[in-house]
């Protein structure tokens, strides 16, 4: 079929997602930008009864954000920092774990079926239900853990009451949400290895270990940084855990970006100071997409059709 | 090769035991008996087994939870159809032409995958607001196909890639239309991806928790996500009520995920990997 003769009907059939996309997403997102660079409230921007009022105060926002890094009591500062353990932690669980169970999985043993299933349902339960069944898991006198502790003669642990636990806390539920995708996509990308390589390395004397480190793990690059990339941007962005079981506290101590963000714009109102936590965040996705990429460059092929 | 391993059996059982245990937990709280939950007694099976507590979630006397599963089986159908309709010419067109730009619209559609809902969340209800369709379905609609669109498009065109291009040949040899070729042909072919497709964007609108957090206001218009989380705050002691409340919304979805996830994995990730 001919490559450039029906490029318009191309045009034609991506035409309604291309107005839908550019109103709903694009145009609010350059909005959101725009936003940052003023001081809009609730309050200001504009209703039925009031005209809108707010000013461009320009990089004000980023200014004052960026400069209070170097105070001594900077919640910017702690809250990126929070949001950069809360992320690498989680990525680090999940795509060990996930690794480890898609090595089991991927044997030729009984059951394997099953198991697979079953280690598939934290992803399946709606989140908001898993943050439920959790705080429920974790309350102080009726959780099952602080019974367990008693039971075992071991002092309570104030799961959410306490700024240390509290992190552990919301860590360890996203950390039982996340490690189904990865396992699942990581068992993807081990079935896809040739099993003739095995075959080979064995011929070669090579123990199984060697084979993991010069079959297995090259072969699965390619997957394994998909998933990183996905893993690293829905954790990022993860709004449900942490605002369903901690509320960001105590004292702000689980807060992260996307939380702290909503926080300025539906708690204080502050709509200009929230977009600008806005560009933030997806200034650091879009950093570390590029910079992953730039990494990965070698894997890149794309399938062309016609 | 096929040794019983069974330290490998012994990791994949404490893994799965893992796995479901929260769920198992709700589901035992939710058939015991108020003054059960609140011991420090540790019980998995309820010594006293009962149905009440979902007798009195389904049947509280304002009718609510009811209505919060009706406001979110409304929305998340209607966010998957309207979200399944625009994508699936889209798909087709990434799926199968060359053209000017097609890496830009590809690249545009994975960076959606970064937006922070914080950022798009402002603007967003501005707009709803200024439409007037603040606490009204079709402003949460609208929100939620930011996401289902973008995600659908890079979903179906995944399973369009594996529809064999040797079948649309045929039938544009014998004078089907690229539009007759897409509707009569690939799409009918797709259809358990497009199943698929249609699930997960019901289960991102079910699930999601922010913006109907933000743009609902009245108890009745409330989400499940939103309802129930009121019910921790209005009734703290109530875990029993909410547990039995969990397990209704819960079941459904997890059956039909479990069903679904093979086809789910796949479109998944290679939407990602081609981006």
Redesign the interface.
Known sequence: MATRSNWWIAYLFLAPVIVVMALLVFYPLLQGVIYSFTNMTQYNMGSKFAPASWEFIGLKHYIDLFSSMLQPESVFRDVIIQTLIWTFVNVFFHFTIGLILALLLNRNIRGRGIYRMVLVVPWAVPSFISAFSWTWMYNQSYGVFNILLAKLGFAPIPWLGDSFWAMVSVIIVNIWIGVPFMMITLLGGLQGIPQSLYEAARVDGATPWRQFWTITLPLLKPVAATATVLGVIWTFNMFNIIYLVTRGGPARSTQILVTYAYQEGFMNWNFGLAATYGVVILSFLLAFTLLYQRLLKENSNEGVYY | ??R??WW??L??LL??F???F??L??MM?SFKQRAE??????HLIPQTFTWENYVHVLTRADGVFLRWMANSFLVALLTSLVALA??T??A?????????G??A?HY?FFL?????????????Y??V?SLGLLNNYLGLI??Y??VA??FC?MMLKNFF?TVP?ELE?AA?VDGLS?FGT?YRIVLPLSIPGVAVTAFYAF?TA??E??IAL?FMSDQTMYT??IG??QF?NQFNAD?HY??AG?II??LP??VV??IA?KYL??G??SG???G
């Open positions: 090769m096929t019983s391993h490998v059996h990791l994949l893994a799965s893992i796995a479901v929260p769920v937990w709700i709280t939950v609140f011991s420090t007694e540790l625009l994508s010419t889209a087709y067109a990434l799926s199968r032409f060359k053209f000017a097609k890496r619209i545009g959606t995958q970064m937006f922070p809902g914080a950022l798009l969340i402002i603007p967003l501005k707009i607001n609208l929100a196909c930011t669109v973008p498009v890639d291009y040949e544009r690229h897409f289960i079910w699930n928790f922010l933000t499940l996500p129930l989380q921790v875990w909410l547990s969990a919304v819960t979805v997890l995920f479990l996830q994995v796949a998944l990730t990602g990997t081609k």
